[in-house]
């Protein structure tokens, strides 16, 4: 019989109960944090442009509100279920927490390939899921944002379905429903880069710690949407080289390097996609992972580096721009290849720490600019990366285990301080 594959939730499960023996977690709340709140799926019909009516199956995933409201995105993959959405909600958690904010995690999105449907008929699914959504979601109860294949424009959709089931004079109060808005309907100046950002800040602060800075260090991206195109842009302006991308359609090496404007200049119009870039540079996606390198970022989806390519990465440190990238049983032989990963919760953080500005600058009726932001982003990315890295330090363990001890920390206080109901 074929060994079952291991899926996101596997490997988040295996995080989880290794560092809660190693922090010797409260029992009680051991059991709490294991499970998730609430778990929704809801199967809805929407009318294509011919006429024709699909059914669609989206999820909504609540996993822990200890210290405030549900925090995480909306994804549109065909990949989407339930199992990977409790993945993604616990990460959100153990996320939210981290990073200091007020928030707990949840996750969720429609199982399609947004590839296939025209705009018009995504802005039907995007309202009709809103809206069988229901009180599932709320400023003060749960508040999505975009993830993979959704964008500040599905985010604007959602607002204004949500908004639109209350009464005109409560209207208003519901605008933070959902963060990662278009600018002009409350979103956030900035938001759009503030994940990309919060890569290359670890990675920079990594650097720096070392005395090294990034000018001459090559770096290799998987993925090129939104956070693999930011976090090449500012690593680039820094200094550093960009020599191969992949993505789902081309994989693409050139020791020379490449231009990140005109690579996203090249993918924009084609939904993100590099193909057709540099076609004389193609290599097998296979090689990716073993290219030589300096920073590989991994910007893309779940268990892409796994126990089957792990022995073949040779970059020194890797960067999780992706959740869940890298399989538990791939991180035991990096580790032990003497590779040094810059965790997802701490590394991507930057994207809700964003939404966290958003969600205020909408609740208290404020408009900040962009240099502020930027400002106060990199601010408050610093202090965790810095106490990430004493943690690590003091505990002369690796930065995941690191990263998950403070963050599962502080929920056990709240939990221990406030108690139990009943």
Known sequence: MANKKETMYDNVMKQYNKVADYMDLDPNIRKILAVTNNEIIIHF????????????????????????????????????DVEAAKALAIWMTWKTSLAGLPYGGAKGGIQLDPRKYSITELE???RRFTYALGENIGAEHDIPAPDVNTNAQTMA????????????????????????????SGGLEGRDRATGFGVYLTIRLYHESRGESLKGKTFIVQGFGNVGYWASKFLEADGAKLIAVQDAHATIHDEAGFSVED??????????SIAGFADDKEIDPKQFFGLECDILIPAALGNQITEENAADVKAPLIAEGANGPTTDAAEKILLENGVTIIPDILCNSGGVIGSYFEWLQNRNGELWQLDEIMIRLEKKLTGVFKKVENEVKERQTDWRTAAYVLAIYRIEMAYKQRGIFP
Do not use: C
């Open 157 to 184: 959709w959602i607002a204004d379905t949500y908004m639109s089931t209350k009464s005109p004079s409560e209207r208003s109060k519901h605008q933070h429903v959902v963060t990662g808005k278009p600018v002009g």
């Open 263 to 272: 690579l996203f200049e090249h993918s924009k119009p084609r939904k993100n």
């Open 124 to 126: 039907r699914i995007t």
């Open 45 to 80: 019909p929407v009318r294509m442009d011919n006429g024709d009516v699909e059914i669609f199956t989206g999820y909504r995933v609540q996993h822990n509100n200890a210290l405030g409201p549900y925090k995480g995105g909306l994804r549109y993959h065909a990949d989407v």
